[in-house]
């Protein structure tokens, strides 16, 4: 059994395991300089890491208190990409060398969809980053 987390610890848990970067769409806080959101995946059931995941403001807005979207296709209701229970690289792609995030599943579509991953605002400061080499970020998964 572990003993919980003071909020500033779990603050710093959340940030580091991911390296200061988006578990939605994997912008970094050191290649924007803002501040990251420690998103609540399922809004109301609590503060342990586990349901906490590290968010810029644009995918933490964008995803509000919605832990499900109504697919547009086939009008049905999907689940959210959630960090903590998914595989980022079973559900996302990077395409257009690394400026654009592609759905694989209709999870990661309707989360690309939802999230507006790929805003022009996103795409163009992308680009900027992947010349500079500092984009995608290198994070394994395991
Ligand atoms: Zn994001």
């Known amino acids: 059994m572990t003993e919980a987390l003071s909020w500033a610890a779990t603050v710093r848990l959340v940030h580091e395991r991911v390296q200061y970067c988006c578990e939605y769409c994997f912008t970094s806080q050191w290649v924007t300089g803002q501040a990251m959101h420690v998103d609540h995946i399922v809004p109301g059931a609590g ?20 832990t499900e979207v109504l697919d547009s296709e086939t009008e049905e209701k999907v689940p959210l990409f959630n960090p903590r229970t ?45 010349l500079a080499g500092v984009h995608p970020p290198d994070i394994s998964e395991d």
């Open 86 to 130: 998914q595989v980022w690289s079973e559900h996302f792609t990077w395409i257009d060398s690394g400026c654009r995030i592609q759905g694989l599943t209709v999870v990661g579509r309707v989360t690309v969809e939802r999230f507006g991953m790929n805003l022009k605002r996103l795409v163009v400061a992308r680009s900027v980053w992947v």
């Open 47 to 66: 503060d342990h890491p586990d349901n906490l995941a590290l968010s810029c403001a644009t995918c933490n807005l964008a995803k509000g208190d919605a």
